[in-house]
Every structure is written in C-alpha cells, then in structure tokens.
C-alpha cells in the first residue's frame, strides 16, 4: 500500500513562495498519475496540478496562472509543488494523490497524503 506524506507547507507573506514535497512509501511512483489538491472549509476540493507518469505531461487549474509547478522525481518517490507569488486566496490545505488515470477529478486518485496547511497572510 503507498502511504503519501506532504511536507514543506507553512505560513508565507502575499508575494512569497514555498514548495510542498509529497513523499511516496510503499510503493514506487513511476508507474502513478500523481497530484496535488487543495481545499478549503465550506469549498470542494480542487486540482491544483497533475503529472502524467506515462510521459510526464503536466496539467494546471486556470488559477493557477504560472505561478506553481509540480515536479515528480521517480528515483526518490517524490512530487513537488513549487509556489511562487502566493497570494491570499491560495490558503487551503493542500493535499498530495495518487491514481491510476490522469485526470483532474479526486475521485480517480485512490491513495491520499493528510494533507498540509498553507496559510498566505496579506
């Protein structure tokens, strides 16, 4: 079973950046579709970002806007969220996924990290 931890999240001023890492046990990642979501309370879980394993394709949410790259490193089971010129409306807890088909809905992602908060202060 793969077990998905995030890390790297925090508290970051209007402008700033930070880069969440989703670390894969278990199982090797090379051969999953993996993403990352996001949340807040009272809102439904969004894609942020998703890569492709079969040849590495990206996907990114229109809001988005350039700002963030995922990034997967096979040989050490690890996706990266890099953000850039965060902004208020990106607080949310952030959440790494796993799954067999590429595709923007959470409900194609079989395997879940917790999750981790970031809160951008304006």
């Known amino acids: 079973q793969m077990l998905l931890v995030e890390s790297g999240g925090g508290l970051v001023q209007a402008g700033g950046s930070l880069t969440l890492s989703c670390l894969a046990t278990g199982r090797a990642i090379n051969h999953y579709n993996m993403a990352w979501f996001r949340h807040t309370p009272g809102k439904e879980r969004e894609i942020v970002a998703a890569?492709?394993?079969?040849?590495?394709?990206?996907y990114y949410a229109d809001f988005v806007q350039g700002r963030f790259t995922i990034y997967r490193d096979n040989a050490k089971s690890t996706v990266d969220l890099q953000m850039i010129n965060l902004g208020p409306e990106d607080t949310a807890i952030y959440t790494c996924a796993a799954g067999g088909q590429f595709s923007t809905k959470a409900v194609y992602y079989t395997n879940w990290g917790q999750g981790i908060q970031v809160t951008v202060s304006s």
């Open positions: 890569s492709r394993y079969v040849d590495a394709a990206t």
